[in-house]
């Protein structure tokens, strides 16, 4: 029964599959909670404070500056449950040229989004929140361009 439910042989289909599991928690958390979202979309950093400042005034003062909204949240989160779609069809298709292609392209878009929101429009900054969704990113269009000619025919 297990095969049914694992995508074809090798571990990039198992490894969108998991990828897709996890955007799953990922889109149904910014429908229902901003934390996930503004740790992602942190803002700029916080100016400085003084010593002597209580730790949770600091951390109010740096998730105030992430510029998320409910609305935001909810539309990031539709964006991440769309490219979970063809991820799931991207493991289950891993050899059908068009899906794999469609698969690609949510990962340079991901790669280019994250990268905009990081260096060009600042609502994100270099930490925890934004590290993981780039790693996946870079990572995971790295390695289906270089599994390219062992997946498509």
């Avoid at 074809?8 to 599991?21: M, N």
């Avoid at 979970?84 to 469609?102: F, Q, T």
Wanted: proline share 7%; net charge positive.
């Amino acid at each position: 029964m297990a095969s049914y439910l694992l995508p074809a042989d090798g571990l990039l289909p198992k490894w969108l599959l998991f990828v897709s599991i996890v955007s799953i928690a990922n889109s149904v958390q910014a429908y229902i909670s901003l934390k996930g979202t503004r740790e992602v979309y942190a803002g700029p950093a916080p100016p400085p404070l003084p010593s002597g400042i209580p730790k949770r005034t600091v951390a109010a003062t740096q998730e105030s500056t992430s510029p998320v909204t409910p609305l935001s949240a909810r539309t990031f989160g539709t964006w991440t449950a769309l490219s979970c779609v063809i991820r799931l069809y991207g493991a289950y298709n891993i050899h059908d040229k068009l899906v794999y292609e469609l698969c690609i392209w949510t990962y340079v878009i991901a790669f280019a989004h994250f990268t905009s929101e990081l260096f060009v429009f600042r609502s994100a900054r270099i930490g925890r929140g934004i590290a993981a969704p780039m790693a996946v990113a870079t990572g995971t269009l790295t390695w289906m361009l270089l599994q390219w000619g062992a997946y498509v025919n």
